[in-house]
């Protein structure tokens, strides 16, 4: 034991001392390059003096790195996250400034805005240095990656027996398209999960709302109910509710706190990463649901941004793989340009930004985040990564875009699992997305109007010549907001309606919804065509329509569909009439969002081809969520096999809900507290 002991002394030292080595010829070498950085007096100096500089320049600029970044980190966890992580190249440079301030021979000068690059340079190659000598030590590496855990790690107790389990969301990444990119060789990781075999892949059906927010409220919270779209109007508030806003995030997370009758599926030592609702879990880092609180101790996610921020080198990778993804993007998109590929949507303006931050940052933020979880212990970890879709919104959910997203991904999984080794705790790795995504040109696009147009001249109303473009429900734009801590405008103002107001029309991928805000309850088919007599009649006969949901004073409620077709819904069974093209499950998808209190007055679902699996979104998107329509009604659970069997024909967030919670279960212990209801029941 005693060898042992010295041996990883002795290698530890060695790894120090090459680090230094490689960090003082670092600057040795930046200081030929750059010419307001040196290492001489003016007189000149010999080399072995300019080197006895360097060293002792490398060697405090290491050490006030590894003492004073921790507690300068900590001092700036409350500003916002982007904030943050540009304020690391500023500290990280006066780091340097200082540590040659001190150097004994006092013959180090750099002007400001050099220090920043010099440090950023050292910072990473010392960290690419030590992690490659790390891997060749087992031991090493595992205290490497501990360095990654939550500082209360330590007053914690040690692991449990009972393994922890990690629930990690491939957002927007459908069954078929999973099991091509493993045909392809794109996720080598997810191939050998299924071939050994040590996992299961299930599919499952999404609700009506096949979108993040509806999908993710159900699976952390346990209830979805009333979540008829990304975004919607209620009368009674008088306010439009948008799933990726704050605001709305935390309403919506309340009413489902208070319908399941529980905090959520992480309430009992949980971690939420990269949501949009926290799931009741204690530690949260990048969260949309906690965007608009004051930051406080509990707020502040100091496993996930100061694990990550701890260590300056890690903002100088992502600061370049940014700007990378920022010059991939432009050149794929002029690529398609030149191309004249179709379908094909606009990306330019900010749109390179945002996709860098989801394909890059969000990414490396949440999986250090998890790693942090992983090395501290805890019962149930939840994180989504939003980077694909994103990008096959506006490249294509199969684009060769979207393909190396994937790879990316794969990779990142990869990543996961080798922590997962070192964890205190053997981790259960639930792969999992909340929706898929369906193909297909926009309504814009092919027909030269918007949804919001095609209503106004339903109505009577004019209609502008030029279209306007309708805003994205892109999660990644959310979380750039909350990353900034900037809430966005979307629906931050209340309507006022006047009498016979014009009609509220909002997108959520393929699905419409018109509301008329002047009438304080959902209109009923018979007060509709009293008051717009032509207005059903234009939406369900245009050809890029393919059914309308209304309420009915006779029926109740009715589907309509072209040529006047309409069913009620309580005969959709035997006749589902528009809906037959929609598949199985689109009749009871209905028929559930047609009880919620604050559905549209009119429901509008697009064109859907079943040969082709396209769909006409309402948004600018040519990869497309949120309706019924295709693929992105199958999103899949790959579970490990030590877990049970998921049921056949899952349907709804509500019911992956408690296949999650079942699991936790089987963990050792109930995870969810049960509520006096479901107790009675049993």
């Known amino acids: 034991m005693v060898a042992g002991r010295w041996r990883r002394v002795a290698s530890q030292v060695g790894r120090s001392v090459t680090v230094w080595a490689v960090s003082t010829l670092t600057m040795l070498v930046l200081a030929g390059i750059l010419p307001d950085f040196q290492l001489q007096s003016p007189d000149g100096d010999s080399a072995t003096r300019i080197a006895v500089t360097a060293a002792f320049g490398a060697g405090a600029f290491g050490l006030l790195s590894a003492l004073v970044w921790p507690l300068l980190v900590r001092l700036f966890l409350l500003v916002p996250t982007l904030v943050l992580g540009l304020l690391v190249f500023v500290l990280n440079g006066s780091l340097l400034l200082l540590a040659l301030r001190i150097n004994p021979s006092g013959r180090g000068e750099v002007a400001p805005e050099t220090a920043v690059v010099v440090a950023a340079v050292m910072s990473a190659v010392a960290s690419a240095t030590g992690g490659a000598l790390a891997v060749r030590d087992d ?31 491939l957002d927007g990444v459908g069954h078929d398209v999973l099991l091509a990119a493993v045909g392809k060789g794109l996720m ?28 993710q409220l159900g699976i952390l919270h346990g209830s979805n109910h009333d979540v008829p779209a990304f975004r919607w109007y209620e009368k009674d508030r008088g306010e439009v509710m948008v799933c990726n806003r704050p605001t709305s995030a935390v309403e919506l997370q309340r009413r489902a706190v208070q319908r399941a009758g529980h905090g959520g599926l992480l309430v009992v030592d949980g971690a939420s990463r990269g949501n949009l609702f926290s799931g009741g879990a204690e530690e949260q880092a990048l969260v949309l649901s906690i965007a608009t609180r004051r930051r406080s101790r509990e707020t502040r996610s100091r496993a996930g941004y100061f694990a990550y921020f701890s260590d300056p080198a890690n903002a100088v990778r992502t600061a370049l793989s940014f700007f990378a993804e920022v010059g991939r993007e432009i050149g794929q998109s002029t690529l398609a340009r030149v191309r004249k590929e179709r379908p094909r949507v606009g990306r330019g303006g900010l ?4 996709r860098a931050f989801a394909t890059v940052v969000e990414r490396d933020v949440v999986v250090a985040a998890v ?19 994103e990008v096959a919104h506006h490249s294509g959910p199969t684009s060769r875009d979207a393909a190396k997203v994937l790879q990316r991904l794969d990779r990142s999984l990869a990543l996961i699992e080798n922590v997962a080794e070192h964890a205190p705790r053997r981790y259960r790795i639930v792969l999992l997305s909340d929706h898929g995504q369906s193909p297909g040109e926009t309504f814009r ?6 949804l919001g147009d095609l209503v106004r001249a339903g109505c009577g109303l004019p209609v502008p010549r030029r279209a306007e473009r309708t805003h994205s429900g892109a999660e990644a734009r959310a979380a750039v907001r909350a990353a900034l801590r900037r809430p966005g405008k979307e629906g931050r103002e209340r309507y006022r309606p006047a009498r016979n107001s014009e009609p509220i029309v909002l997108a959520s991928g393929n ?8 009438v304080h309850h959902r209109m009923s088919k018979e007060e509709i065509d009293a008051r717009h007599p ?20 006779e029926h109740g409620g009715v589907v309509l569909g072209p040529f006047g077709t309409e069913i009620p819904i309580d005969r959709l069974d035997e006749n589902p009439g528009p809906l037959a093209d929609f598949g199985p499950g689109a009749v009871e998808a209905v028929r559930r969002t047609h009880s919620f209190p604050h559905t549209a007055d009119i429901m509008v679902n697009s064109w859907y081809d079943p040969a082709e699996g396209e769909v006409l979104a309402f948004e600018e998107q040519i990869g497309s969520h949120g309706g019924l329509g295709g693929a992105q009604a199958k999103p899949f659970l790959l579970s490990p096999l030590v877990l049970s069997a998921p049921p056949e024909g899952l349907v709804g967030a509500e019911g992956v809900h408690q296949v999650l919670r079942r699991w936790l279960d089987e963990a050792g212990g109930p995870q969810v507290p049960v509520t006096a209801r479901e107790e009675k029941a049993a």
């Open 188 to 215: 080598p990781t997810v191939a050998r999960w299924l071939e050994r075999p040590t996992h299961r892949l299930t599919p499952w059906r999404t609700d009506w709302s096949s979108q993040t927010g509806a999908s």
């Open 371 to 389: 790693m942090g979880d992983m090395l501290a212990g805890r019962t149930g970890i939840y994180a989504d990564l939003v980077a694909y879709d």
């Open 445 to 450: 696009a092919r027909y030269g109007l918007t």
């Open 511 to 518: 699905l419409g919804l018109v509301s008329f805000p002047d």
């Open 139 to 169: 031991d090493a590496y595992r205290r490497r990656l501990y360095r990654l855990a939550d500082r209360r790690r330590r007053s914690r107790p040690p692991g449990p027996a009972t393994p922890g389990t990690l629930f990690l969301q």
């Open 351 to 354: 749109y390179p930004l945002v």
């Open 534 to 553: 032509a207005l059903l009649t234009t939406l369900a006969n245009h050809p890029g329509i393919g059914f309308l949901l209304v309420r009915s004073e």
